[in-house]
């Protein structure tokens, strides 16, 4: 089994910094998890924990039922002997090896025979398609294959768990496409469980079976990605995790125009009190221009057209509510301007609901979406 547990887990480095709050996370054998959040956010340091290069000021690590960390009991398994692979955001490839003698390395090091040697490694080059690479030197690969050959020298060594620190952060557009094409498929087809460091949500929400998100050392909600950007736990997560981000309005005191309507509407049709603020995603929010009429029981609220961004396969509308800029998208031309005044509307399973200190409130069909903490 190699499920990951983490239990009251704590870092804090000298002089009082605390990367890492009291974080309690259940990583399923199997899964592919991605941490995500935004930079200093403590992912990266939970990962060198759970990889042994850093040590928990409190709380228990487990993998399985082998307990790695336990600071009350002074237990602690150096990171050599936690059967886990590792692959940082720089490729820390030998430059004076081959490709082949790279991956052969942590097998060598475990003193496996030559010939099985070998096996391995190419096996581990075929899975990641580079093997015709295996007598070139890195420095006559690009930025793609070099990441490849450093997953390989990881999967050559069968470890029960891959760590991944933002390894696709340094290749372009393309080639992230197609790496992350590939660690899916190398996923499914070793069924280890995957634990990948990322602050781009489009990895997250792309590769992920479970998406832990943090912010400020704490854990702020754990969910599927789509579960998650249809029901996100608390303001942070709701406006961390989508591009554009969502849209949010305060709907505090004093009232009148856009905040007044959204309050007035989400007390009415959700008999909710004293909410915070209202989201509502920029693919939620649909036009109605002319003599179009939105649907009877959306909410629905008068608009200026301020600036139309096509992208080939779809349109973000900039548009002004008052004294309130909001964006929608659309993938269907708009037949809008700027100068244009327009209906903006959303269905109301489409809000989201936070109180003021920023926790989701249960509205609509909600009743059984997780909640998150409030973000600090």
């Known amino acids: 089994m190699s499920a990951i547990t983490l ?108 010939a099985a040697r070998r096996e391995r490694a190419m096996e581990a080059l075929r899975k990641v398609r580079v093997a015709e690479c295996a007598d070139r030197y890195p420095s006559q690969l690009s930025g793609g294959q070099q990441q490849r050959v450093a997953l390989a020298r990881m999967l050559a060594v069968d470890p029960e768990v891959l760590l991944l620190d933002e390894p696709l952060s340094n290749l372009d557009a393309r080639l992230r496409l197609e790496m992350r094409t590939e660690l899916k498929r190398i996923h499914d087809e070793t069924g280890a469980t995957v634990v990948f460091v990322t602050h781009d949500q489009m990895e997250a929400m792309t590769m992920a079976t479970h998406v832990a998100v943090m912010n400020e050392g704490e854990l702020q909600q754990v969910a599927p990605p789509v579960e998650m950007y249809e029901r996100p736990g608390n303001r942070f997560v709701a406006e961390f995790v989508g591009s554009p981000p969502m849209n949010v309005v305060a709907v505090a005191e004093p009232l009148g125009g856009l905040a007044g309507s959204l309050l007035r509407y989400v007390e009415k049709r959700a008999g909710l009190s004293a909410p915070g603020c209202v989201g509502v995603r920029p693919e939620a929010l649909r036009l109605a221009a002319g003599p179009d009429a939105p649907p009877a029981d959306a909410w629905s609220h008068e608009a200026a057209v301020e600036t139309v961004l096509p992208a080939g396969s779809s349109w973000t509308v900039q548009l002004r509510l008052d004294d309130t800029e909001v964006f929608a998208v659309t993938h269907e031309d708009p037949g809008v301007a700027p100068g244009d005044t327009v209906r903006c509307w959303a269905r109301p399973d489409r809000l989201h609901v936070f109180a003021a200190d920023g926790t989701r409130m249960t509205a609509w069909d909600d009743a059984t979406a997780p909640v998150g903490k409030a973000a600090r």
């Not at 054998?29 to 928990?56: I, N, Y």
């Not at 936690?82 to 003193?111: C, D, I, S």
């Open 7 to 114: 239990s009251g887990v704590v870092k804090q480095y000298p002089g009082g910094h605390v990367a890492v709050r009291d974080l309690d996370l259940a990583i399923p054998d199997g899964s592919f998890t991605c941490l995500l959040g935004p930079s200093g956010c403590g992912k990266t340091t939970t990962l060198r924990m759970v990889a042994g290069l850093e040590q928990p000021t409190a709380g228990e690590i487990r993998v399985g039922d082998r307990v790695l960390d336990a600071v009350d009991r002074g237990v602690y398994v150096p990171p050599e002997k936690r059967g886990m692979g590792l692959v940082f955001q720089n490729y820390a490839l030998w430059p004076h090896l081959t490709v082949l003698r790279n991956v052969e390395f942590g097998l060598r090091m475990r003193k496996v025979p030559a």
